[in-house]
């Protein structure tokens, strides 16, 4: 059964990947944003190509050997909507958002398409008015710091454990255009002496409770807190884990919820 590969590049990056597959044919998706398919042999030397490009920073992914699998491939890779003018995809996906954020997960977690993680940046797209900082704890792939950035935050830093994750959120940083404001760190939360005007989470809730009090010393004044990655049974413990913030109506996607709210300072 033949393969397939499917890269994405810019126009510095076309001939380092044609060195490796050979001459292309290349599709303009949108602002030096390009990609092309190429037919290979089989599946197995697909996958050892995309291992190939990716070990070389590039984004690449293995398409669907026969058309009985396309449906399900074109599915898994369409954008994700965020409020009425952006959308979050690979950077091999077309989208016509007006707000385009491109997102390769690497060896990090999040693609922005978990119900989580839409959670909050529904919440980022609507609440950002411009030139806020943003603290992005559990950052992952880098997803809500990049977007938040792309949606009009002045700067975001974005915190996690995970050192490869780390790499490709500075790689998501880079490949949207804002990596002269977003940093990305593995120090802890309880070395961050910054204040955020936002401060979002998406992580197991018993580690939202255990980083509570140094999520909350996080938030500027008039700030807001996003939690997100609990389910409805957990909502009740997280919010007496920060009793001292005003939180809003529980937000729900697919049996996921988030948390928004600010400090009481009564």
């Known amino acids: 059964m033949s393969g397939s590969v499917v890269v994405a590049a810019d126009s510095a990056t076309r001939l380092d990947i044609e060195k490796i597959l050979g001459p292309g044919v290349w599709t303009l998706l949108r602002i030096d944003r390009w990609v092309a398919k190429y037919e290979v042999e089989s599946e197995e030397v697909a996958r050892s190509l995309v291992a190939e490009l990716r070990s070389n920073g590039h984004s690449a992914v293995a398409g669907p050997p026969d058309s009985g699998r396309a449906v399900a491939w074109n599915n898994w890779n369409r ?4 409020g009425t003018t952006a959308e979050v995809c690979f ?8 707000t385009v954020v491109e997102i390769d997960p690497g060896l990090g977690f999040g693609a922005g398409d978990h119900p989580s993680t839409r959670l909050l940046l529904e919440e980022l797209a609507a609440r950002i008015k411009g030139g806020e ?8 792939s880098g997803v809500l710091a990049v977007a938040s950035v ?6 975001a830093f974005g915190l996690d454990v995970n050192e490869a ?3 490709a959120a500075q790689a998501n940083a880079r490949r949207n255009g804002v990596a002269d404001r977003v940093q990305f760190s593995s120090i802890q939360l309880s070395d961050v002496k910054d204040k955020y005007d936002v401060v979002v989470a998406n992580i197991h809730d018993e580690i939202l409770r255990r980083l509570a009090g140094d999520l909350i010393a996080c938030i500027a004044p008039g700030g807001w807190l996003g939690l997100s990655g609990v389910s409805p049974g957990q909502v009740s413990r997280l919010r007496s884990a920060f009793s001292n913030i005003d939180f809003e109506d529980v937000r729900e996607m697919q049996e996921w919820n988030a948390l928004i709210g600010q400090v009481n300072i009564e």
Not at 93 to 98: P, Q, Y
Not at 133 to 140: K, P
């Open 79 to 82: 954008p994700t909507p965020v």
């Open 91 to 98: 950077p091999w996906v077309a989208s016509d958002a007006e």
């Open 133 to 140: 900082s943003v603290l992005d704890v559990g950052c992952g």
């Open 150 to 155: 792309c949606f009009g935050a002045g700067n």
């Open 165 to 167: 994750g780390l790499l």
